[in-house]
């Protein structure tokens, strides 16, 4: 009879051996995947934009930038630039996240942009060069014009 419960509780032990063996071997390939990324080649990318700068004149606002090719880390040439604007009111919240938007294009060798702008507005800009391919840089760093 002692015998016939130990041989059981031995069977219950390799049991629930093979069960936690079998979790463990079955949750080593879980976790979050990402989507699937081209490789990359050393420099095979664009520089973003710098020196963003802005001039006003009345209602309407001039955006120029400058853009260098940098041919250790990022050799392509860009085909043109795209234009965000984030535009708040001065009285909206604060520390709530940017939702910027596409408002123009700009082909080479252009690096500028102007648009008209109203009172009361904080307008918050960058610039985000494009290649071929639907290839893009790194936005600039944002300008922000408030017209009170």
Known sequence: M?????HKKKLFI?????IGGMSLLGLAGCGKKGPPVLPVVKGEKISPPFDLKY??????IELTWDHKVDEAEAFVKPLGFDVFLEKRTFDSCQGCPFKFEKIGS?????MKFAMG??????????????GKNTMVSEFSESVLFEYK
Not at 2 to 6: A, H, V
């Open 2 to 6: 002692m015998y016939k419960m130990m």
């Open 14 to 18: 390799l049991f629930l051996i093979l």
């Open 55 to 60: 001039e006003t004149a009345g209602e309407r």
């Open 106 to 110: 700009v082909s080479l060798p252009a």
């Open 117 to 130: 702008i109203e009172k009361g507005y904080k307008y918050y800009f960058r610039i985000q060069a494009k």
